[in-house]
């Protein structure tokens, strides 16, 4: 992308995000990765009258080829994140989520923004007013419930004990104090109690397995019991989860993590085909998606905070909230909920 076309996108991010003058934004990298999205936060920052600094981690020691979440090149540099807490928005271009330096920067009341996905992706789903406004109806609803119900035709049916956890609205930029969110994203999420999440979950070919960043071929039947992951059969997509759950040596990695559903009408369930490269966004957001997680739900306030994390957004799925449907089939019936062009 034209370097100064991602600066004027930059500054339009900023300018959602509530970015003024006498603000300060801190930008934090890593080794050479995105530098070109450092200098157009950057750039975008002091147009907008904010002082700004870059914060550039070294590669050295990055392990690579495993996405372990919440391992941070900040866990052994309580300085840096003393020196981010002082932010009143932190640029975050290496991904923090789910590590205790991000709470710590979060609980300073430092807004966070985490930019990480290619370019051209963060252009086509560029976030909307209107969209925040469908995704905080759904937040409601999903945080006065107390039991959520999932179906398919594919043989799921489980039930998650709601209400111990908050709820996670991510709309895309963040403009309140201590609020982290992810460009782009257009989800909302919750957990389930630690031991309350009884029954099946049944992928379907099609279905999507992040951090693999591909899709299901072959059914997989995950057998759950209070909230622990106690079976995983199928073929070889199947194995192929259990080898990678078992390869961090964590138990915990069994347990059920968050839950919750998609709202971006203009992402596109074939998007991992379209945008190599990211960690999957746009497939965490595509209208009337089921997210099913595991591993961590440290991001909710939990305890686990295994750095096993798989999320596997579904389609075709049925969600109740105390036995109101909020989608059927794969589609949000929530009228309130839906684009204009789809009510």
């Known amino acids: 992308m034209d370097q100064s076309i991602l600066n004027q996108m930059c500054r339009a991010q900023l300018e959602l995000s509530g970015v003024h003058e006498g603000e300060t934004v801190a930008v934090l990298s890593r080794g050479h990765e995105r530098l070109d999205y450092a200098d157009a936060f950057l750039n975008a ?7 700004t600094y870059h914060l550039r981690m070294p590669m050295a020691g990055y392990r690579s080829g495993q996405w372990a979440v919440g391992v941070t090149p900040l866990a052994d540099n309580p300085e840096a994140v003393e020196v981010l807490k002082r932010a009143d928005m932190l640029v975050d271009l290496i991904f923090l989520l789910f590590s205790k330096e991000q709470m710590a920067i979060q609980a300073a009341g430092t ?79 919750t957990g389930g109690a630690d031991d309350g999440v009884d029954g099946q979950i049944v992928l379907a070919p099609g279905d999507v397995l992040l951090p693999f960043n591909s899709y299901v071929t072959n059914p997989v039947t995950y057998t759950i019991e209070k909230g622990v992951i106690q079976d995983i059969r199928g073929g070889l997509d ?10 961090f040596g964590d138990p915990r990695g069994y347990g059920v993590s968050h839950i919750g559903w998609g709202l971006d009408e203009r992402a596109q369930w074939h998007g991992l085909t379209s945008f190599p490269g990211g960690i999957g966004m746009e497939l965490r957001s595509f209208f009337g998606n089921v997210l099913f997680s595991s591993g961590p739900n440290s991001e909710l306030g939990g305890p686990n905070d295994t750095p096993c994390h798989l999320d596997i957004p579904m389609r075709g799925c049925s969600l109740f909230l105390d ?7 794969g589609d949000v019936v929530v009228k309130e909920m839906r684009p204009a062009s789809r009510r």
Do not use: C, N
Request: charged share 25%; no cysteine; proline share 7%.
């Open 238 to 247: 199947a194995q192929l989860i259990k080898s990678y759950m078992d390869s």
């Open 111 to 189: 807004r966070v923004l985490t930019a990480i996905e290619p370019a051209p992706l963060l252009a086509r789903l560029f976030p909307t007013k209107e969209l925040r406004e469908r995704v905080e109806i759904g937040a409601e609803l999903l945080s006065k419930a107390r039991v959520m119900r999932i179906t398919s035709r594919q043989g799921t049916d489980i039930t998650y004990k709601i209400g111990k956890y908050p709820t996670i609205s991510e709309y895309g930029y963040t403009d309140q104090p201590g609020r982290w969110d992810h460009w782009p994203a257009a989800f909302v999420f």
């Open 323 to 329: 036995d109101e449907p909020i989608l059927i089939d």
């Open 45 to 51: 920052a002091q147009e907008l009258g904010a002082k």
